[in-house]
Every structure is written in C-alpha cells, then in structure tokens.
C-alpha cells in the first residue's frame, strides 16, 4: 500500500487547512486510516482515526477543532484543521491499517505562524 499526501503549507494562528491522503496499493476493504503528527523535539503522536465504516477517534486536544473523513471509493481520507494554534506544528503523517499490517506516508510539513 502506498500513501501520498498532500495539503500542507503555511498558515497563520487561526486559519484552516485541509490535509488530504490518498491509497493506492492493495487496498481492502476493511480498514482504517488515519493521521498523526510530529512536532519538532517531540514525540510522534495521534491526531485522529477513522475506519472504513466511519467510525472516528480523536486525541483530546483535537477535538472540536480538527475533523476527519474519508471518501472510501477514492481510498482517500481528509483531515480539516480549523482554529489553527502555533503548537499545531508539525509534520503530519497519514496511516493506513488493515489486516495485514500498518503503511504510512511520508510526511506533509504543516507551519502555524505569524
């Protein structure tokens, strides 16, 4: 399986983006994709999860702020970030998993700042 994403840019305190990933590869059709992140000097962490029937899981500090979906037949899972803070900054890195293993993709560089 492979991931390519997309969407990643500057922006400033407040504004919105939208981060897009796309798989191709042996895809099935039970699975679940996903995004996390990587801050400068910090730990690799969740940004959010959703699996093929849509279900969703969010890490705390993402809640309400930033929205994940996925569009099944383009095998493609969206992340909006709205109410961008200067800590959302990082490289965020989409994650397919299905039964046979987990995939990711490199990352895409996503800069809050004034």
């Known amino acids: 399986v492979q991931l390519q994403a997309s969407g990643g840019g500057l922006v400033q305190p407040g504004g919105s983006l939208r981060l897009s990933c796309l798989a191709s590869?042996?895809?099935?059709?039970?699975?679940?994709m996903g995004w996390y992140r990587q801050a400068p000097g910090k730990q690799h962490e969740l940004v959010a999860l959703?699996?093929?029937?849509?279900?969703?899981n969010y890490a705390d500090s993402m809640k309400g702020r930033f929205t994940i979906s996925r569009d099944n037949a383009k095998n493609t899972v969206y992340l909006q970030m709205n109410s961008l803070k200067v800590e959302d900054t990082a490289v965020y890195f989409c994650?397919?998993?299905?039964?046979?293993?987990?995939?990711w993709g490199k990352g895409t560089l996503v800069t809050v700042s004034s």
């Open positions: 994650n397919y998993r299905d039964v046979s293993g987990g995939y």
């Open positions: 590869g042996s895809i099935v059709s039970v699975n679940r």
């Open positions: 959703i699996t093929s029937g849509g279900n969703t």
